[in-house]
């Protein structure tokens, strides 16, 4: 983490697992391993705050995690697709709620991660307009129930 004091691994067991290492030498685990990944965890990165952790993993997912507790750490909303294979790099942009995402040979897609600005930026692509069929595509976990005009 940020402050030295946390450590994120991840495994081929599909879980995550926070450690507490502020004496390095006697590195002791945190809460209990974070288990929503269903293949082995190969990407981790902690937001600049690190108030919170990126997980990719083999099921081509990437998961958010609030860390601020690290005993207690519980996911932040549902898994993310990358429309491709994840591969084995996240990376949050200092100072941003930026996070770069593997996806693919030669791929990295910038995921803007604040809602308002993903609100924004939806509304002027499409114009006001998010039909039924643009959102089944891109949000196919969702109801129908476009941000626009809110």
């Not at 685990?29 to 981790?44: D, E, I």
């Amino acid at each position: 983490s940020p402050d030295g004091h946390t450590l994120a691994s991840g495994s081929a067991d599909s879980t995550i697992r926070l450690w507490n290492v502020t004496d390095p030498g006697s590195a002791e685990p945190l809460g209990v391993p974070l288990t929503r990944h269903t293949g082995p965890v190969n990407a981790l990165a902690f937001t600049p705050d690190g108030k919170a952790l990126a997980s990719g993993g083999d099921d081509n997912t990437v998961r958010l995690w609030n860390v601020t507790d690290p005993t207690a750490a519980r996911p932040i909303g549902q898994s993310m697709t990358p429309n491709a294979k994840t591969g084995t790099f996240l990376s949050f942009s200092p100072g941003s709620r930026v996070l770069g995402v593997s996806s693919g040979p030669d791929t990295v897609r910038l995921w803007d991660l604040d809602a308002d600005t993903a609100i924004d930026h939806i509304c002027s692509v499409t114009r006001g307009v998010l039909t039924p069929a643009k959102w089944q595509e891109y949000l196919p976990r969702l109801s129908y129930d476009p941000p626009c005009g809110h």
